[in-house]
């Protein structure tokens, strides 16, 4: 199974921006899609954007506009760019790959804290 490590998180104000990555032990080259989801504390995991291999996306309305996902096959890694952050944008981050089949693998997660 396809191992994936997340980097990028950390302390930033509101109004900065963070990339997050999230690199795998294989090839993404066939993959189905990337999801990126966040857990605040006290609240459930909540998807914020879902960037699939035929080119549609999806974000979460709080989202829409600052965050982009995108992936870099080459280099076996997927990222989100997150400008305008605000406050609650806190939370931990987890990225998801998914293959045909069903298969898929989870970061590890990276804490992103917004400062006001």
Do not use: H
Request: proline content about 3%; aromatic content about 12%.
């Amino acid at each position: 199974q396809v191992q994936l490590v997340e980097s990028g998180g950390g302390l930033v104000q509101a109004g900065g921006s963070l990339r997050l990555s999230c690199a795998a032990s294989g090839s993404i080259f066939r993959i189905n899609g990337v999801n990126w989801y966040r857990q605040a504390p006290g609240k459930q995991r909540e998807l914020v954007a879902a960037i699939f291999d035929g080119g549609d996306t999806y974000y979460t309305n709080s989202v829409k506009g600052r965050f982009t996902g995108s992936k870099d096959n080459a280099k076996n890694t997927v990222y989100l760019q997150m400008n305008s952050l605000k406050p609650e944008d806190t939370a931990v981050y987890y990225c998801n790959i998914f293959w045909p089949g069903g298969a898929s693998s989870w970061g590890q997660g990276t804490q992103v804290t917004v400062s006001s």
